[in-house]
């Protein structure tokens, strides 16, 4: 009986311990939820701005697409090149900038950045000033200070004490390069020295950093000065927020009539240019002995138009050099051959 007694403790021991073992090969029970994942629940909420890549994974059940064993067939030869480099003019000015108008862009410059004398360049800037301070229509007196300009000086004719409009005298600036309309300008409405003093703030409020101007005219100075790189700046600022001094320097000549307060005028553009190469409408031209041949020049050809800025040109020059500048602008942007004149 012992013996059948401790047989059976046996069985139910083993037992037991089977039981044991397979209770502890359950899965755990989930463990409480970490208060410190809460405050990201938002995060993990949200939508999921990242691109869906389900779109390039590929399906468990599809058919790998076959794999192309045939060789491609050669590919043709290439032609051989048909364009060459445009070269670049030969200058003899001191300075030179060419800027595409359509875009600002400036596409050539040679030592464009180095102050030199500006001459009647400088006229540009009068020309802006006098706008924005009187517009056109403001009436202004001659003053008798005309009679100081050296006796060489490009003028428009005035006499002191005449009165002419702002429009009037800005043609003589632009057609006559008259010192004598710059200097009326320039006295206008206010003191010669306030009016330089805008001009120099018309530079610097338009970035130039190699412009500084004395006098309205152009006439050589110490401390006049400007760069080919400058002016072109000027220039394009001109030719986009002055239509008005646009079209006054495109007019080839004029006939101002006699007033009750000014004699007639005959003005002529002094800018060969305008007459000699297609397309020109402007801009300005300058010269003194010490700042030599200075021109900026606007022109227009198939649908393109280009802006080059010339300083320093030798005697007699400019009107030569000029035109090599503005062929080589307009060949690159690719437009026809210069039309005939």
Known sequence: MSSSFSRLLILFLAIGALASTVGSAAPPQPAAADNRLVSSATVVDAPDRRPDRSQFRASPTSTPAPVATSTPPPAPPRPAATLHPIPVPAIDAQEVALVNLDTGRFLWQRNARTAWAPASLTKIFTAMVASDLMGMNTMVTVPASISQLPPDSTV??????????????????????????????????????????????????????????????????????????????????????????????????????????????????????????????????????????????????????????????????????????????????????????
Not at 221 to 231: E, F, P, R
Not at 269 to 292: E, S, V
Request: glycine share 10%; with cysteine; charged share 15%.
């Open 156 to 341: 428009m004719g005035l006499t002191a004490g005449e009165r002419l409009s702002v429009r009037e005298l800005l043609y003589g600036v632009f057609l006559d390069s008259g010192n004598d309309a710059a200097e009326t300008l320039a006295s206008g409405v206010t003191s010669r020295s306030t009016f330089i003093a805008d001009m120099n703030l018309r530079a610097t409020r338009l970035g130039l950093r190699t412009t500084h101007f004395v006098n309205p005219t152009g006439l050589d100075a110490a401390d006049h000065y400007s760069s080919a790189d400058d002016l072109a700046v000027a220039a394009l600022y001109l030719e986009s927020h002055y239509p008005g001094l646009v079209a006054i320097a495109a007019t080839p000549a004029i006939a101002i009539p006699a007033t009750a307060t000014h004699k007639a005028f005959a003005l002529v553009n002094i800018d060969k240019l305008l007459h000699t190469y297609p397309g020109t409408y402007g801009l300005k031209t300058g010269w003194t002995d010490a700042a030599l041949g200075c021109l900026i020049s606007t022109s227009s050809r198939g649908g393109h138009r280009v802006l080059a800025v010339l300083l320093g040109a030798p005697a007699g020059t400019a009107y030569d050099q000029m035109p090599k500048v503005l062929d080589y602008g307009f060949e690159l942007l690719g437009v026809l051959p210069r039309p005939a004149g």
